[in-house]
């Protein structure tokens, strides 16, 4: 039969026909994705208004990724919101999960539920939900208010000193729930016995943490970075609802200049720089974070 | 009245789903790159041997008008699919294809579009550098001058609007030129005010400059709030300083913003910012402005909290609704009782006709139909405020807000008192402006420094404009 034919190679064989399988895929990605970037790596040459002609621009678009000052100062925020977006989510997510590790919390599922929801919420929903709360009479002043701390009461997104950091915490407040979660459920997978073992060394709460949770969160820790670094730095529709990278200039970060310079002044070969700048960026920081927390090599 | 969103200044204010729509649309767009950016269109520069005599739409043949509108809102909506569905009884060979986007819908995909293979037949097109000015140096416009002799734009519109939709021959200023577009709508920056409010403060509502800002201090003693204001969205103190300047100074701020004036390290760019911040200082505008966002602090005042509202009147109808009878509107008090007006405003977008459509006498037919003098009626009937009112106009009770709003807009145009948007004045224009406003506001600079950071956007951009053409552009 001929079936016994097919049946007499080791499976896979012939090694081409694996990309036969991911070809689809890889057909929507080239398509979708690769083609794009290479016209958008293109574009960044240029000097093109989106309708004439345009003219070659060398490394200028690059060069002034450097020299001005309004371009390398969203780069700078975008950098200060990853505290934010990153390292204060997953700090919060960790001391989250070590805790739930040791106390059992009643009505556990209600508070994961509650703190991963603002995950499921369109980005845009949270921006419009948070300038509320933000604004010079919204809740939050409203609090401030109500307990005493008028002096502290401001028009936080107004504010030149405020304002990142305002929607930093927007950013820290979506991401914890989604490093929580991934945690806990690394946390879940970890051996009970190491825990034990522990506590019969005679482990403090603390210690605990660091020879046991810690090690055994590595991959999860790394996951969490990589995502909540990706949102952080592509973070545009906050951004856009919340102040539009006011007050001045205080708030703008590299995508929303892309859409900025793109749509709105007709600067098409820059923002196609800072787009590709904005991806080489996030690959390394990407590359960097499965090398060094994942000890990962390749 | 609905079209809010018509004009450069207030273009940027975006409800949350816009801000969705808009923003998503945007990255799609840019990431998918339609567009590899070297072709330019090679479009034939649009100048068309026009008709001479009053083309007949009805003898056109069978023809589909393609025609890409922003006008989604309440008033202006119903408006225009009003006119439309006259427009086709008339021409039933015609039919209108209408696809209407808000204000940043339309901004992201206009220029796609039109540099595409088949674009529409008629755009509304932004006045201004970014849209209408390079949209004519690609070549993507078609000149309307021949229309406009033919179907008398040029006696229906008083000049000051007309030339606001004009770019020169070099395609490289605007204000000056052939004719690339007419505008259905007017708009101004008035000054709102709650009869109430005043009434219980024991204020009349004030007819010189001075009764002005001596009812803000009145107003303050008694524990109201003057002037309502919210600047987080960052346009809306262009409008509030646009105006401010122009009572200082309107015929060099207007000469400015088209680019033959001044410039703006003027003395009356820096006493408007000076008044500005004193104002802020003293409380007559809330100091959270910057934290304030523009719909919440219209909401505000539409609540009952503020005396006066310095806006557009494209938020008329959202006013009006909640205050009624109460809601007034006048321009800017004149220095002297009986004075000329002047403030910032013009008109709503332009229409367009695109230099690749098959059609252009029946989109100039198009064009003529919805801004002649039965189109105002129909847009005074919507409550939109026509940019040449007609007979339904003077129908209007003279007390109520929209006849207010219709005798204010008159005065505006026959004292010639209506000075551009200042974000018309170069392309980057918005972003500096607002900037500097809210570093006005936050008390961050000094009037000298804020006129001097518009200086330094303006300066060197005239000066290349002024400089001869560089050869091969």
């Known amino acids: 039969m001929r079936a016994s034919n097919t ?10 026909v694996g990309y036969l399988y991911i070809l689809p895929a890889l057909l929507v990605y080239g398509l979708f994705l690769l083609y794009p970037f290479g016209q958008s790596v293109w574009l960044s040459f240029l000097h093109w208004d989106g309708l004439t002609r345009a003219t070659p621009a060398g490394f200028d678009n690059y060069t002034s990724l450097f020299t001005d000052p309004s371009l390398r100062a969203p780069f700078g925020h975008a950098l200060v919101l990853l505290v934010f977006y990153s390292a204060l989510p997953v700090a919060i997510g960790l001391l989250l999960a070590g805790a739930m590790s040791r106390i059992r919390i009643r009505g556990l599922t209600f508070f994961r539920t509650v703190l991963f929801l603002p995950q499921v919420l369109a980005m845009v929903v949270v921006g419009v939900a948070w300038r509320s709360v933000l604004a010079p009479d919204g809740l939050l002043n409203d609090l401030l208010r109500a307990v005493g701390l008028d002096s502290l009461a401001r028009p936080w997104l107004g504010d030149y000193d405020w304002a990142l950091p305002a929607v930093g915490i927007v950013g820290t407040w979506v991401m914890t729930g989604l490093c929580m979660v991934l945690f806990l459920a690394g946390a879940q997978r970890i051996p009970r ?53 006011g007050p001045g200039n205080t708030t703008s970060v590299p995508a929303y200049e892309v859409y900025h310079r793109a749509f709105e002044l007709n600067q098409v070969g820059s923002a196609a720089a800072i787009g590709v700048a904005l991806t080489v960026l996030i690959f390394v920081l990407t590359v960097s974070v499965s090398r060094l927390v994942e000890g990962r090599r390749s | 009245m609905g079209s809010r969103n018509t004009g450069p200044g207030r273009n940027r204010r975006k409800s949350a789903p816009a801000a969705l729509a808009a923003g998503l649309a945007a990255l799609a767009v840019l990431v998918s790159g339609c567009v590899p950016g070297t072709g330019g269109t090679g479009a034939a520069d649009g100048a068309r041997p026009g008709a001479t005599a009053v083309p007949d739409a009805a003898d056109a043949g069978n023809v589909t008008l393609r025609v890409w509108d922003q006008e989604v809102r309440g008033g202006t909506h119903a408006e225009i699919e009003q006119l439309n569905k006259e427009f086709q009884e008339k021409y039933p060979n015609v039919t209108i294809k209408r696809v209407s986007r808000s204000f940043d819908d339309l901004k992201t995909t206009l220029k796609l579009a039109l540099s595409g293979n088949n674009p529409p037949d008629v755009v509304q097109a932004n006045q201004g550098y970014p849209d ?7 070549g993507l416009l078609t000149p309307l001058d021949n229309y406009a002799g033919i179907y008398d734009w040029n006696t229906r519109y008083p000049n000051t609007l007309l030339n606001l939709n004009r770019v020169s021959a070099d395609s490289r200023r605007f204000g000056t030129g052939r004719l690339y577009g007419i505008s259905q709508t007017g708009e101004f920056v008035g000054v709102y005010y709650n009869k109430k409010v005043l009434a219980d403060a024991g204020i009349e509502p004030p007819k010189t400059w001075q009764e002005f800002t001596d009812s803000l201090a ?165 409550g939109v405020l026509p940019a040449v009112p007609g007979k339904a106009a003077d129908r209007l009770d003279p007390d109520s807000a929209d006849g207010q709003m219709i005798a204010s807009w008159r005065r505006l145009n026959e004292d010639d008192g209506l000075v551009p948007y200042l974000d018309y004045a170069t392309p980057t224009f918005y972003d500096t402006t607002s900037a500097a406003l809210q570093d006005l506001i936050a008390g961050n600079t000094t009037p000298e420094e804020f006129a001097a950071a518009l200086q330094k956007d303006y300066g060197p951009f005239i000066e290349k404009q002024r400089a001869p053409e560089p050869t091969g552009s």
């Open chain 1, 7 to 16: 049946g007499r190679r080791a499976p896979g064989e012939p090694r081409a």
């Open chain 1, 193 to 245: 016995e190491l825990y034990e073992a522990a506590r019969i060394d005679g482990a403090g709460a603390l210690r605990e943490f660091f020879t046991v949770t810690l090690p055994g969160l590595r991959g999860e820790i790394a996951v969490a970075f990589t995502l909540t670094i990706v949102a952080g730095l592509r973070n545009f529709d906050l951004i856009y609802v919340t102040t539009g990278g």
């Open chain 2, 132 to 138: 209408m000015v390079s949209f004519v140096r690609a």
């Open chain 2, 218 to 382: 009145r107003l303050k003693d008694e524990g109201e709030l003057p002037i309502q204001f919210g600047n987080l969205d960052k346009w809306p103190a262009i409008h509030t300083f646009g105006m401010l300047q122009d009572q200082l100074g309107a015929t060099d701020t207007r000469n400015t913003v088209l680019g033959r004036g001044d410039g703006f390290d003027t003395a009356h760019t820096k006493d408007a910012a000076a008044t500005l911040a004193d104002w802020i200082d003293r409380g007559y505008l809330p100091k959270d402005a910057n934290g304030l966002g523009y719909d919440d602090a219209n909401k505000q005042f539409a609540g009952g909290k503020g005396a006066y509202l310095i806006t557009g009147t494209w938020m008329q109808a959202d006013l009006k609704k909640p205050l009624g009878d109460k809601l007034g509107i006048m321009p800017p008090p004149p220095a002297a009782k009986g004075g000329t007006p002047a403030t910032t405003g013009g008109q709503g977008l332009a229409w367009s006709v695109t230099s690749r459509s098959p059609h252009p006498e029946v989109a100039a037919a198009y064009l003529d139909f919805i801004t002649d003098e039965h189109a105002a009626d129909v847009m005074t009937e919507n």
